[in-house]
Structures are given as structure tokens and as C-alpha cells.
């Protein structure tokens, strides 16, 4: 697995995380879950476009 990819999937798991905690809050924030939300979506996008890239050319 490159580095590249291993930062994204750290970065995906401290989403996550942050995600779950907004969403324990008595008060979420609908807004900032949408946005962890999409941050999340877009770094899974990326790493399954870089994995895929992967299997192409490797």
C-alpha cells in the first residue's frame, strides 16, 4: 500500500470518528455532519480511484 493511500485512510478513520462524535451531541450541527459527511465521500473516492489506478498500471 503507497503512503499516499495510507494517509487517506487515516484521514477517512479520523472523519469517521468525528462524524460519530457530532452525531452524539445533543445539539449536532446538521451542517458540519453534511460536511464530514462529503469530506469523507471525496477521501474514499480518492483512495478507491487511486487503488484502481493501481490495478491498471500495476
Given at each position: 500500500?503507497?503512503?499516499?493511500?495510507?494517509?487517506?485512510?487515516?484521514?477517512?478513520?479520523?472523519?469517521?470518528?468525528?462524524?460519530?462524535l457530532a452525531r452524539l451531541r445533543?445539539?449536532?450541527?446538521?451542517?458540519?455532519?453534511?460536511?464530514?459527511?462529503?469530506?469523507?465521500?471525496?477521501?474514499?473516492?480518492?483512495?478507491?480511484?487511486?487503488l484502481r489506478r493501481r490495478k491498471?498500471?500495476?
Open positions: 500500500m503507497s503512503d499516499r493511500v495510507f494517509r487517506l485512510m487515516e484521514r477517512h478513520q479520523k472523519l469517521d470518528e468525528a462524524l460519530r445533543r445539539s449536532a450541527d446538521p451542517f458540519e455532519v453534511a460536511r464530514l459527511k462529503k469530506l469523507k465521500l471525496a477521501i474514499k473516492d480518492r483512495i478507491a480511484g487511486l491498471v498500471f500495476g
